[in-house]
């Protein structure tokens, strides 16, 4: 079945740092990729995404690109905040769409 | 506010017990889908309806039911409740069927079983 695979964290910047979380996929087909993001005691908020192969998401400063030929969608981000801090979710829908995601990964930034 | 409604909030219940939550979709929005949250699981995808539907299943427990009424609310109802049921349970609500332009989530109920 579809499946995602998150780096595991937590990743630990200071604050300006750039960031990188990878991520990594298998399905069958073609599906849409997603980042999600978790702050503390909330819901999950859609970041960006991308719906096919080259597409680039972006959003709030993040970027990710919709890689077919490795199957990736890593996420980036030249200069963090502090206000950064939360999880991350990488994620794919199939063609049901419903999500299937990665683990997360929590980013911690520090001052 | 997402404009998905959760309640409640907390719940802290026994074994062997049945609870329900419940959440309201964002106004529009035809598809609702359930997760649980949990530190060892991730998020797991349980069920999705849409308009009153069932559309999709995934790796919901016997154990656990949910439905969509007329209103579009849905409820998720969770009996002989077990400690390892103790999770986050999400709500997320989407006004496609199939393609997803973004699920909106609500905010969640915690559930301890204890």
């Known amino acids: 079945g579809d499946s995602v695979t998150q780096m595991e964290g937590p990743v630990t910047l200071s604050e300006e740092a750039c960031l990188t979380i990878?991520?990594?996929?298998?399905?069958?087909?073609?599906?849409?990729l997603f980042w999600y993001v978790q702050y503390p005691g909330e819901g999950l908020q859609l970041l960006l995404k991308?719906?096919?192969?080259?597409d680039k998401g972006s959003n709030k400063g993040f970027e990710a690109t919709y890689r077919k030929e490795t199957t990736s969608f890593h996420l980036e981000k030249g200069s963090v905040q502090v206000s950064d801090s939360a999880v991350y979710f990488c994620?794919?829908?199939?063609?049901?769409?419903?999500?299937?995601f990665g683990k997360g990964t929590m980013l911690l930034v520090s001052p | 506010d997402s404009g998905v409604t959760q309640t409640p909030k907390h719940l802290i219940t026994a074994t062997g017990q049945r609870v329900t939550l419940r959440c309201s979709p964002r106004?529009?929005?035809?598809?609702v889908y359930w997760y649980q949250q949990s530190l060892d699981q991730g998020l797991q995808f349980l069920i999705q309806?849409?308009?009153?539907?069932?559309?999709a299943k995934g790796n919901i427990l016997e154990r656990f039911s949910a439905q969509q009424f007329p209103d579009l609310h849905s409820e998720l109802n969770l009996s002989s409740l077990e400690l390892g049921d103790s999770a986050l349970y999400f709500c997320?609500?989407?006004?496609?069927?199939?393609?997803?332009?973004?699920?909106?989530f609500g905010s969640g109920t915690r559930l301890t079983v204890v």
């Open positions: 997320a609500s989407s006004s496609m069927d199939r393609e997803p332009y973004g699920y909106t």
């Open positions: 990878n991520c990594t996929y298998t399905a069958t087909g073609y599906p849409s």
């Open positions: 991308a719906t096919k192969a080259d």
């Open positions: 994620a794919l829908s199939d063609r049901y769409s419903t999500l299937t």
């Open positions: 106004s529009g929005d035809l598809s």
């Open positions: 309806y849409y308009n009153g539907e069932e559309r």
